[in-house]
């Protein structure tokens, strides 16, 4: 049954459809989250091990081996990264994209707690955590207050700031940075001590053991069960100097001392090892992180409600923002809105530009929101979000989504100028261009929708593309089988009938066309040269995984030699601001030195992150990469610094890793790779993963002077530890305030700490007492790694090589090149990792993709047009399009990205659909009409040639503003836009030409088959 002629006929249920898909649609997009991208959500699960004190190397050995042993057996892992700092194992393991994360995380537990025997017993039990907010910052503020310490003000970060913000739905996380804990400080007397012969660790003990709470008994009073309670902490910090402490002289006789008689208590901060600044002033600050799967647009609004509500309630603190990254995310969304709404109105003028008749373009108009929303809805249910990729599938099809309505209303008016009435032309002229219609749209479909089935990263990004792309082009079809010929049938009016003069441009494509039909072989030759041409440009052109962006905004990472203090990082930090303040386009810098939810053994104080706020895009005269190369170039000059700049956005950095299991083959191929490196020309900074060494006090026990004086290892490094830094965290006494709870930490004075002799006197207990360090051990100044880096088992160094002008493809191709790379020493190998790895998957993927997509259409259009040969006719308009998509790049200065192959998916649908029009009318007049094969295709080529060229202007016309980059940053969009447009220009050129031929050459093959088997026939009767 004809749905078209139905709904002509019975207009009401089509009507009440589209309300009710029209309504659900604006539900859907009121519901829609905003994001910049789609939300990867990798399988990502994080063990974290820790062991106050231990060095890199023997956590490496004694907890990270372990671990990632067990960890091997679990199915599906991609990668397996671990970081090892001082006292600190951080193993990071990905899984397949496809791996349901809940089983990645019980997996991941069950495999660490196998382990769990074997790892030391001092240690806490490692805590396995699924990442379950972003990565990066949403928003970072500022507090301040006249009335609270830098110690107050951070708890007040920790507590109050925290606790209201984290309620907020979408908050991911809220990190403190910059700013000081509360801690009480019992600064030891070494003279003191030696006289009484009483340890460090010993003093420690005593205070956690007097300063305590405990539970347990049960006591009957007065007829009623009470239970019992021992309290002895203390209520006020001030009570501690004269806490009264039982010790074990040297003489081993029991006696107390009161705890200042030995100390000197404190109610001060802990030693900072962190700081944040703002354009050089020191600050208290927190970042707000969001959920996965929450707007990013939406959690900065709620985000920014909380903190203005707080802060009414709060008039004491002063909270800022500095920092956010969610306005290039709503200048994407406003942008891309924009842009739907210039396509939308281009279209509609194109329309009334080719056949200058209102209600044809108020029914071709209304095609384009009855299309468009009903996806919403779609979107909504399948958890998507309005992101950088479905707004771009939107963008992109809103010149197909006219197409279908300008076709049907085209063929509608062109029957009513002969004369028909509009109820009998829209009758005719639906059942005319159904199949075509139909067969357009599957087409498309069957390009979009295999994208949606790729593998690996690139799959998460073209997943919402390929389905949302297709839903909105089947919504299309259902405007323009039910809506648009309905619409036509009682809103179109008579038009008289004339016979319709061809203007000179129609005249001259049809000479064009004779031409081509009486040399098709000069034909053939010239679109083979353009195709051998068109391919040829590949080399040319670069590759990258997506393109670098503008998003005002960079970061600075500085890293200094391991050893350096807070203060001298702090000192070169102010250096590098003052440098970059100096540039018209940084309109402030953000510091942040260490990680303030760390402990001082792990923080790392010698390296420092500046985040660099530019002015927008469009009023300044450099580019955001042209900014990079200066600060690149003003920083080069800082002495003993590892300078980076690295960009927001993606696109603007290439990793390249070297793993192996032996150490000192892996820092002579890293050294190798590094000095080749500095030969390229083009490239920026190059950052080495690799730790430097870093200065330590080695403690060597002697055991035969331990054994004679009955001390042992543990006693010995707990005496050590505790004098220099303090007991384990888990261990310090701690008073309890109505909120938290104060840690006590017990250690000797800086002067002790600093002076060797002076720590080889402190007293370690053994048989007969107290003996001086330096007489069971000796003390040495040596160095060892800062940090070990570890994939897969191994250690690894990554090298990240800032891209500066050139593409992801062009470094990786050089990088391939170099001898030091071609020529590994043994046991070490390359690893594939970041955009190199996601640019290898992406083209990998896309190739089957469109091999997939090109199969679909085949299959589609053979069930349509009944016939195996002709859809090869049709198919053959997308080699035509090649060519002019990568010429638009190469003149461009674009490349292959992710963005350059959507724009080529989109081309194939277009480029086929344009086609099938053609062909489609062709065979009509070919087979069923009984025309001649030449007066056939003219005809064709006559009645299809102007809405062949209504779509392909309208679909250009909408592209435009986008590679032209008007609105918001086009490095993303842009690429796109340009393969669209170039492929567009020169296949519809082409493919009116030399479509028609090769249809004349199919159907002689045809003709030679027919009379092939024929002839075979009759031989056989």
Same mark, same amino acid.
């Given at each position: ?239 501690? +100097? ?232 089947? +919504? ?546």
């Amino acid at each position: 049954m004809n749905i078209s002629s139905l709904s002509i006929r019975n207009p009401v249920p089509a009507i009440l459809l589209f309300i009710i898909l029209t309504g659900a649609g604006l539900f859907g997009l009121h519901k829609l989250g905003i994001q910049n991208f789609p939300d990867l959500d990798v399988p990502t699960i994080l063990v974290s091990a820790s062991l106050e004190g231990a060095a890199p190397a023997q956590l490496e050995t004694e907890v990270a081996r372990k671990i990632e042993d067990k960890l091997a057996s679990i199915a599906g892992v991609d990668h397996v990264t671990t970081t090892i700092t001082d006292g600190a194992a951080s193993i990071s393991v990905s899984f397949d994209i496809d791996k349901d994360s809940e089983v990645a995380l019980n997996e991941v537990r069950n495999a660490v707690d196998s382990a769990r025997a074997d790892l030391p017993t001092e240690m806490a039990a490692p805590v396995v955590s699924k990442v379950t907010h972003g990565s990066s910052a949403l928003l970072t503020y500022t507090v301040a207050s006249p009335h609270l310490s830098e110690s107050d003000l951070s708890w007040f970060v920790d507590n109050d700031i925290s606790k209201a913000l984290l309620s907020v739905k979408g908050v991911g996380a809220i990190n403190r940075v910059g700013g000081v804990e509360r801690e009480m400080h019992v600064t030891l007397d070494p003279a003191r001590m030696a006289g009484l012969g009483v340890t460090a660790s010993s003093v420690s003990s005593q205070i956690k053991a007097v300063q305590t709470d405990a539970s347990g008994g049960r006591g009957t009073m007065g007829g009623s069960n009470q239970s019992v309670r021992t309290l002895g902490r203390l209520d006020q910090p001030e009570q501690l +100097a004269s806490l009264a402490i039982p010790v074990t002289t040297a003489a081993a006789t029991q006696t107390s001392v009161r705890l200042d008689q030995i100390a000197t208590v404190s109610d001060t901060a802990e030693e900072r090892f962190a700081y944040a600044a703002l354009n050089g002033k020191p600050v208290v600050g927190f970042q707000v992180t969001r959920q996965i799967g929450s707007s990013e647009v939406s959690v900065a609004a709620a985000v920014r409600a909380a903190v203005k509500t707080f802060t009414a309630n709060h008039p004491q603190v002063q909270i800022t923002e500095v920092i956010e990254t969610v306005t290039p995310t709503q200048d994407n969304y406003d942008g891309s809105m924009h842009l739907l709404y210039e396509g939308a109105v281009l279209a509609v003028v194109v329309v009334w530009l080719f056949l200058r008749n209102w209600r044809a373009t108020f029914v071709s108009a209304v095609a384009l929101p009855l299309s468009i929303i009903p996806t919403f809805i779609v979107m909504y249910l399948l958890g998507y979000s309005l992101n950088l990729i479905t707004l771009l599938s939107l963008s992109l099809v809103v010149g197909v989504l006219v197409d279908d309505a300008i076709v049907e209303v085209e063929n509608i008016v062109r029957h009513l100028r002969m004369g028909k009435t509009p109820m009998q032309a829209a009758l005719d002229a639906a059942s005319e261009i159904g199949l075509a219609v139909v067969a357009t749209t599957f087409t498309l479909v069957a390009v979009f929708l295999p994208t949606a089935f790729m593998s690996g990263i690139p799959g998460k990004f073209f997943r919402q593309f390929g389905i949302t792309s297709s839903v909105a082009v089947l +919504a299309s079809l259902m405007v323009a089988r039910l809506l648009t010929p309905m619409m036509a049938a009682y809103l179109l009016k008579p038009s008289p009938e004339h016979a319709a003069q061809d203007g000179p441009v129609m005249r001259r494509y049809l000479a064009m066309v004779h031409w081509c039909q009486t040399h098709r072989r000069r034909t053939m030759l010239l679109a083979g040269l353009f195709l051998i041409g068109s391919v040829s440009l590949v080399p040319l052109l670069p590759t990258s995984f997506i393109s670098a962006s503008d998003t005002a905004q960079t970061t600075i990472s500085l890293k200094l030699q391991p050893g350096t203090t807070l203060a001298q990082t702090r000192a070169t930090a102010v250096q590098a601001q003052t440098l970059i303040a100096k540039m018209p386009e940084v309109t402030q810098v953000f510091t942040v030195i260490g990680d303030a939810s760390s402990d001082a053994s792990s923080s790392t104080v010698n390296e420092a992150s500046l985040t660099v706020s530019l002015t927008p895009r469009g009023t300044r005269s450099r580019s955001q990469s042209d900014v990079e190369a200066a600060i690149r170039h003003d920083l080069g000059g800082l002495p003993g610094v590892r300078v980076g700049v690295m960009g927001m956005g993606n696109g603007q950095s290439l990793d390249i890793t070297l793993a192996s299991d032996d150490a000192l083959a892996l820092n002579q191929a890293t050294a190798a790779l590094i000095k080749d490196l500095r030969t390229l020309h083009g490239i920026g900074n190059i950052s080495d993963s690799s730790s430097l060494q870093r200065p330590e006090i080695h403690v060597l026990p002697d055991p035969v002077r331990m054994a004679e004086q009955g001390v042992t290892t543990d006693t010995l490094a707990s005496v050590v530890r505790v004098a220099t830094y303090g007991d384990y965290a888990t261990s310090l006494a701690k008073f309890n305030l109505p909120q938290r709870q104060i840690p006590i930490r017990v250690r000797f004075d800086d002067s002790t700490r600093s002076d060797l002799d002076a720590l080889g006197q402190l007293r370690v207990i053994g048989r007969a007492g107290a003996v001086p360090l330096d007489a069971v051990a000796d003390l040495s100044l040596s160095a060892g790694p800062s940090q070990i880096a570890r994939l897969d088992r191994m250690r690894n160094v990554t090298l990240s090589i800032e891209l500066g002008s050139l593409s992801t493809g062009d470094v990786n191709k050089m990088v391939q090149a170099l001898p030091s790379i071609k020529n590994l020493p043994s046991g070490v190998q390359q690893i594939a990792t970041g955009d190199a790895q996601r640019m290898a998957e992406l083209f990998t993927s896309f190739g089957g993709a469109m091999l997939i997509g090109i199969l679909c259409i085949y299959a589609v259009l053979v069930l349509l047009f009944h016939d195996f040969m002709q859809p090869a006719t049709i198919l053959a308009a997308l080699p035509l399009s090649v060519g002019g998509a990568l010429l638009a790049l190469l003149i461009t200065g674009g490349g292959f990205s992710m963005s350059s192959v959507i724009g080529l998916l989109m081309l194939m649908g277009i480029v086929t659909k344009n086609s099938i029009l053609l062909v489609e009318y062709a065979v009509v007049a070919y087979h069923q009409r009984g025309l001649g094969r030449y007066e056939a295709l003219v005809d064709a080529c006559h009645k299809r040639a102007r809405p062949i060229l209504m779509t392909t202007i309208a679909m250009v016309a909408g592209m435009l503003p986008i590679a032209l980059g008007i609105g918001t940053d086009p490095s993303f969009r842009g690429p796109m836009a340009v393969v669209v447009i170039g492929g567009l220009v020169t296949s519809t050129v082409l493919s009116l030409l030399v479509i028609p031929v090769v249809f004349t050459y199919v159907d002689d093959l045809l003709l030679w088959m027919r009379k092939h088997l024929n002839r075979r026939h009759h031989v056989a009767t």
